[in-house]
C-alpha cells in the first residue's frame, strides 16, 4: 500500500529554494555543511541557525529564528513568494539572556493557505543595518472540512552517541519528510540526547566507522543552560533539519532525554558524570533551552534566563478535523518504582494534568483526537532491575500505580462517549501498532482504541518490549532489531504519517521506514468511540 510520495508544491520549492541556498551558504562557511557557524563579530546580524514554525493553527503561528548578536527580530508574512504585499510582525529583541533566540507570533492568518514569511534581523541600535532575509514557508490550518490534514511523527534524535555523520549524509530522515509535504511534524519528545556524549567516531560490529560531527557541548553530559542549548544547537547544524524547519511547521513535546535518562521530578542523581546531582535544578536549565529553541504556544522563556514560565501540554485545534493533545508526561510524575501502589493520584500526569486533558476531550468538537504521548501505554519500559520508567509495569492484573490513571481517563472516554481518540508516541526506538480491546483486558470498563509507535528518527534501534496486559494490547504490527542500539548505517529509522480524508473523515496511519517503505497501514473510521 505504498503512496506515490508528494513533492511540496512548486511554489513551496522555488521559495525554498532560495532559502535554504542562503542558509546554507552561512553555515558552509569555514568547513562544509556539518561545520558549526562561524560568526563573524562585524558586519550585520546573521540568522545562519534557519528558521522554524510552531504550534500553527487555522489563523496563527510562531516563527522561530537565532541570531549571532544583539538584533531585533521582524518577520513578514505573504501569499505570494514574491512578497509584492506584505504585513509586517514586530518581534522581539534578541540578546543573551535567551541566547540570541526569539519567537514572533503571528495572528489574524488566513485559514487553509500557503503562507510565506521571511525573517529579518536589525541592528538594534540602527535599524537600517539589517542581515540578508532568512525566508520559510508553512501552511495554515484549513477552516473547512473538506481540505483534509495530513500530518508526520516520530521522535528520538542524535541518540546512543549516534549523531550527525556526514558519510551518509546527516539526519537524512528530515529529507525525506521533507519531500512527503506534511501540514505539520509532531516531534514525541527526546528531540535532544542532553545526557548522551557525541564521539568523533565509533567502529560498528562489522568493523566499518561511524564518524560524527562534534562540538564542545557535546562532548560531556549537559548540566548548565549553555550546556543545554548547545545540545540544542548541535541538530540545527544538520542541514536536513534546517532545510525541513523551513518548510514543514512542528508540534514539539519533551520526554525524559531534554534532561536525562528516566528522570523525574525530585530525583537526587548517584552518576558520578555530574557534580549538580539535583534533577529540579537540571530540569529548570533543560526547560529554559527548550523554551529558548521551539516556538511553543504554552512556554515562555524568560529574557534574564533564570527560569521558563508556563506549561508543555496543550491542545493544538487543527481544524474541523482534527485535536493534537499534547501530553506531558514528565513533569508532573511520581518517581519511578515497581509501580505496585493500589492508590495513585500523581500517576504520570499528575492530578491537574489529568483533570485538564478530561476537560478539554470532552470540550472537542474534532473529529479526531490524537494524543500524542510522550510514552506507551502498555509497552513495559523498565528503568533498572525493579522500578518501571512508563505507564505499565509488567503485571497482566487490574490496574496499579501509574496504570490507575490510564483506566480512570479511558473510562472517562467511554462514559462520556467521546469519539475519534487515536495514541501516538515515539520512545522505544522501533515501529509497532498496538490494539487495546477490553475484552482481552483485565481491566474492561473503557472502549476500544489504537496506540502507534515509531521511532527513531536520529538514534539507535533496540529490540521491541514486552507487553502488559491490564488493557488487553494485541501486537497487531512491529518492526524492530534483534539487538540493542543499532546505529542508523544498520536499521533504518522509522516515522509515522497520519492521512485525514476531507470527504469521509476516514484516518489512516502509515508506519514509514526510512527509504520510502510503508511498513504498515490502518484506516480508522470516524465517529466511534471505540475502533
Known amino acids: 500500500m505504498s503512496p506515490s510520495t508528494p513533492g511540496p508544491s512548486p511554489a513551496r520549492r522555488s521559495v525554498l529554494r532560495g532559502s535554504l541556498a542562503a542558509s546554507a551558504a552561512a553555515l558552509t562557511a569555514g568547513g562544509g555543511v556539518f561545520a558549526s557557524p562561524a560568526f563573524a563579530r562585524s558586519g550585520r546580524p546573521t540568522a545562519a541557525w534557519g528558521v522554524q514554525t510552531g504550534d500553527v493553527t487555522a489563523h496563527s503561528g510562531l516563527v522561530w529564528v537565532r541570531s549571532d548578536r544583539p538584533a531585533r527580530m521582524i518577520v513578514e508574512t505573504s501569499s505570494s513568494e514574491s512578497f509584492r504585499r506584505v504585513r509586517r510582525h514586530h518581534g522581539p529583541?534578541?540578546?543573551?539572556?535567551?541566547?540570541?533566540?526569539?519567537?514572533?507570533?503571528?495572528?489574524?492568518?488566513?485559514?487553509?493557505?500557503?503562507?510565506?514569511?521571511?525573517?529579518?534581523?536589525?541592528?538594534?541600535?540602527?535599524?537600517?543595518?539589517?542581515?540578508e532575509p532568512v525566508v520559510g514557508t508553512f501552511r495554515t490550518a484549513p477552516a473547512r472540512r473538506r481540505d483534509g490534514v495530513r500530518f508526520l511523527w516520530s521522535g528520538d534524535i542524535a541518540g546512543q552517541g549516534w549523531g550527525i555523520n556526514p558519510d551518509i549524509g546527516g539526519f537524512r530522515a528530515y529529507e525525506e519528510m521533507r519531500r512527503l509535504d506534511p501540514d505539520f511534524f509532531l516531534c514525541s519528545g527526546d528531540t535532544i540526547y542532553a545526557d548522551g556524549v557525541i564521539q568523533p567516531s565509533v567502529t560498528l560490529p562489522d568493523g566499518r566507522i561511524w564518524r560524527n560531527v562534534t562540538t564542545p557541548e557535546k562532548s560531556k553530559v549537559a548540566e548548565t543552560l549553555d550546556e543545554y542549548r548547545g545540545n540544542f544547537r548541535y541538530n540545527l547544524l544538520d542541514h536536513n533539519v534546517r532545510a525541513f524547519n523551513a518548510q514543514v511547521p512542528s508540534i514539539v513535546q519533551w520526554d525524559?532525554?531534554?534532561?536525562?535518562?528516566?528522570?523525574?521530578?525530585?530525583?537526587?542523581?548517584?552518576?558520578?558524570?555530574?557534580?549538580?546531582?539535583?534533577?529540579?535544578?537540571?530540569?529548570?536549565?533543560?526547560?529554559?533551552?527548550?523554551?529558548?529553541?521551539?516556538?511553543?504556544?504554552?512556554?515562555?522563556?524568560?529574557?534574564?534566563?533564570?527560569?521558563?514560565?508556563?506549561?508543555?501540554?496543550?491542545?493544538?485545534?487543527?481544524?474541523?478535523?482534527?485535536?493534537?493533545?499534547?501530553?506531558?508526561?514528565?513533569?508532573?510524575?511520581?518517581?519511578?518504582?515497581?509501580?505496585?501502589?493500589?492508590?495513585?493520584?500523581?500517576?504520570?500526569?499528575?492530578?491537574?494534568?489529568?483533570?485538564?486533558?478530561?476537560?478539554?476531550?470532552?470540550?472537542?468538537?474534532?473529529?479526531?483526537?490524537?494524543l500524542a504521548a510522550d510514552?506507551?501505554?502498555?509497552?513495559?519500559?523498565?528503568?533498572?532491575?525493579?522500578?518501571?520508567?512508563?505507564?505499565?509495569?509488567?503485571?497482566?492484573?487490574?490496574?496499579?500505580g501509574r496504570e490507575l490513571q490510564i483506566a480512570e481517563l479511558l473510562r472517562f472516554v467511554k462514559h462520556r462517549r467521546i469519539t475519534g481518540t487515536v495514541w501516538l508516541t515515539a520512545d522505544v526506538h522501533y515501529t509497532s501498532a498496538q490494539h487495546y480491546a477490553p475484552e482481552r483486558a483485565v481491566f474492561q470498563d473503557f472502549a476500544p482504541f489504537w496506540e502507534f509507535v515509531s521511532g527513531p528518527l536520529a538514534a539507535g534501534g533496540f529490540p521491541a518490549n514486552r507487553l502488559d496486559g491490564t488493557f488487553g494490547p494485541e501486537r497487531v504490527f512491529v518492526r524492530a532489531p534483534e539487538r540493542a542500539n543499532l546505529s542508523p548505517m544498520e536499521s533504518p529509522q522509522y516515522f509515522g504519517e497520519v492521512d485525514i480524508d476531507g470527504d469521509s473523515g476516514e484516518l489512516t496511519v502509515r508506519l514509514r521506514a526510512e527509504g520510502g517503505t510503508v511498513l504498515f497501514a490502518k484506516v480508522l473510521r470516524p465517529g466511534l468511540v471505540g475502533q
Open 93 to 131: 529583541l534578541l540578546g543573551p539572556g535567551s541566547d540570541f533566540t526569539g519567537t514572533t507570533a503571528l495572528r489574524g492568518l488566513p485559514p487553509g493557505e500557503q503562507i510565506h514569511y521571511r525573517v529579518t534581523l536589525a541592528d538594534p541600535d540602527d535599524p537600517r543595518r539589517t542581515g
Open 375 to 400: 510514552m506507551p501505554l502498555g509497552l513495559v519500559v523498565p528503568d533498572g532491575s525493579t522500578d518501571f520508567e512508563a505507564i505499565a509495569q509488567g503485571d497482566p492484573g487490574a490496574p496499579l
Open 256 to 370: 525524559d532525554h531534554e534532561v536525562r535518562n528516566n528522570w523525574y521530578p525530585g530525583q537526587i542523581l548517584d552518576d558520578p558524570r555530574y557534580t549538580e546531582k539535583d534533577v529540579d535544578v537540571l530540569a529548570a536549565r533543560a526547560s529554559r533551552a527548550f523554551a529558548e529553541y521551539f516556538p511553543v504556544s504554552t512556554l515562555h522563556a524568560r529574557g534574564d534566563g533564570t527560569r521558563t514560565e508556563g506549561r508543555m501540554h496543550r491542545v493544538v485545534r487543527y481544524g474541523p478535523l482534527l485535536d493534537v493533545f499534547v501530553l506531558d508526561m514528565r513533569s508532573y510524575r511520581n518517581a519511578n518504582s515497581p509501580g505496585r501502589r493500589a492508590d495513585d493520584t500523581t500517576g504520570i500526569l499528575g492530578a491537574e494534568q489529568l483533570e485538564w486533558l478530561k476537560r478539554e476531550l470532552s470540550r472537542s468538537r474534532a473529529v479526531w483526537k490524537v
